[in-house]
């Protein structure tokens, strides 16, 4: 079959169709945005000036495509090049999407719309990624391909080479991936200790997944365990409690513990939802409201590391690979909006949902939306 570099594609949510140059103002003002390129070889690409060199010579390429989200709105584009019949390879690249759909649903049926087009004509694709670009290079070893060495890209700037064969793309959508097996869910409560917390999200997970909701001993009224006295206890407990590849679904404190495995035992961990979480990142200059004081008056007899101890993984962050998805309320004073903004920003594959007007107890209140938006991001 003869490859078509300009297709309309269709997708979950998101379709592409070829760029056009009346798509230069609409694509612009999602690339102005200059942390997307903060870690892309051409870093200044949100100014007018570079950006208009970038998307005049999109559109010479002969394959450039308008990303559109399921509602019509512009969000980003992508590009096929360097088409070789005889050797069977394309390449995909010169992507971007707005920050708001890292690591979501969108950018993985983007991905996935793109190879099962390519594949239907060439037996591999290559993905050419800057040396210093360590957030697409994690994205693309998620996706399945495979470091190959370098290559000299269209401008002759070296680059690290990624491949993907037909076989390989194939076998991973059959399920022969871990990564791909039915969700395995641990639910992690807050400071209050209770997995019941997590009750009402869990009875509207899909039937199927397996979903533990988890205690903590000594947090809020539960029964204090003489084995447990941190964060580090917790997140050691959490671990080995674990399969491969579960899924860690955390509120508040458990986001804290969440991350705590995801940096300790990332072969552990297949997805991560934070919802109303510091993420165990400091959150007091960011307009965080201070809980403890009301804490201690509620649950007295909770075991004191929960309130005294600090713990700070914001030097770690950004090495964690897992797709993250971070839900936050609109109106929550303990962890902010402003604290799953900078989450967002440091961790390097995550996905950010704000609600109207949900408060820190979102995940209790809201089970519908917040049950939807975990499962589009697990299955």
């Known amino acids: ?3 078509d570099p300009q297709p309309v594609l269709h997708g979950r949510g998101v379709w592409v169709r070829p760029l056009l140059e009346s798509d230069r103002d609409a694509l612009y003002a999602v690339a102005r945005d200059p942390l997307i ?20 010579d999109a559109l010479r390429s002969g394959g450039a495509l308008a990303v559109i989200a399921g509602d019509g709105e512009m969000i980003g584009s992508s590009r096929f090049g ?59 070893e ?15 700037q070296p680059r690290v080479l990624f491949e993907l064969t037909r ?28 997995g019941a917390f997590w009750q009402p999200v869990a009875d509207r997970l899909p039937a199927g997944w397996t979903r533990t909701l988890v205690s903590w001993p000594g947090a809020g009224d539960q029964p204090h365990n003489p084995d447990v006295h941190s964060y580090e206890d917790l997140v050691e407990r959490t671990a080995a409690a674990l399969v491969d590849c579960s899924d860690l679904v955390a509120q508040s404190m458990g986001g804290v513990v969440a991350i705590g495995v995801a940096l300790a035992h990332p072969d552990k961990i297949r997805r991560l939802v934070l919802i109303a979480s510091s993420g165990g990142i400091a959150v007091d200059a960011l307009g965080a409201q201070d809980w403890r004081r009301k804490y201690k008056a509620e649950f007295p007899a909770a075991a004191p590391w929960v309130t005294s101890q600090q713990v700070d993984y914001a030097h770690a962050v950004a ?34 949902h704000v609600l109207t007007g949900g408060t ?3 995940a209790h209140d809201r089970p519908d939306e917040v049950a939807a938006l975990i499962a589009q991001h697990l299955r």
């Open 360 to 362: 820190h107890s979102l």
């Open 142 to 156: 998620r996706l399945g391909a495979r470091r190959a060495g370098t290559r000299l890209d269209s401008s002759g």
């Open 319 to 352: 090495s964690i690979t897992a797709p993250t998805c971070l839900i936050w309320g609109e109106a929550d004073p303990i962890s902010p909006v402003s604290v799953g903004e900078r989450l967002h920003q440091l961790l390097p594959d995550s996905s950010l």
């Open 1 to 3: 079959m003869v490859f």
């Open 37 to 56: 390129w903060e870690q892309h070889p051409v870093w200044n690409r949100y100014l007018p000036e570079v950006f208009g060199g970038f998307f005049t």
């Open 167 to 194: 076989d390989q793309h194939r076998s991973q959508r059959s399920g022969d991936s871990p990564r791909s097996q039915t969700p395995r869910v641990a639910l992690l409560p807050g400071a209050g200790g209770a």
């Open 82 to 140: 360097g088409y070789d019949p005889q050797s069977s390879e394309v390449e995909i690249g010169w992507t971007f999407l707005a920050r708001g759909l890292w690591g979501g649903a969108t950018n993985r049926e983007l991905k996935r719309i793109m190879l099962e087009h390519a594949f239907e004509s060439v037996d591999r694709v290559v993905f050419l990624v800057g040396p210093d670009n360590h957030r697409s290079q994690r994205a693309l």
